[in-house]
């Protein structure tokens, strides 16, 4: 099993900035490729980015540029630094975690956080 814990989700105004954290436990952090998902109201859980276990880094178009994916092995943290917030960004942000590889379809991903909420206002 492996358990996510994600934080540093906030209110913030259009144009700030946030970092979000998920931390992981309960297996060898390094194994696994890790991935940001959001759930907005209303709207269904769609990808943010992802990183594989080598740092490799891959992004939705609607936050290409703006935000960051990062991992540290050593403290079993992977990190989104979220850059040039707009409203529609306002979300549910999820960390998701698989084994070895990013998977290609979202329900692949096994193990899911609960949850940080990040609003920004206009």
């Known amino acids: 099993q492996v358990q996510l814990v994600e934080s540093g989700g906030g209110l913030v105004q259009a144009g700030g900035s946030l970092r979000l954290s998920c931390a992981a436990s309960?297996?060898?952090?390094?194994?696994?490729?890790m991935g940001w998902f959001r759930q907005a109201p209303g709207k269904e859980r769609e990808f943010v980015a992802a990183?594989?276990?080598?740092?490799?880094?891959t992004y939705a178009d609607s936050v290409k540029g703006r935000f960051t994916v990062s991992r540290d092995n050593a403290k079993n943290t992977v990190y989104l630094q979220m850059t040039s917030l707009k409203p529609e960004d306002t979300a549910v942000y999820h960390c998701?975690?698989?084994?070895?590889?990013?998977?290609?379809?979202?329900?692949?991903?096994?193990?899911w956080g609960q949850g940080t909420q990040v609003t920004v206002s206009s």
């Open positions: 990183i594989t276990r080598s740092g490799g880094s």
């Open positions: 998701a975690a698989n084994r070895m590889v990013v998977p290609t379809y979202q329900n692949d991903w096994h193990y």
């Open positions: 309960g297996r060898t952090f390094s194994n696994y490729a």
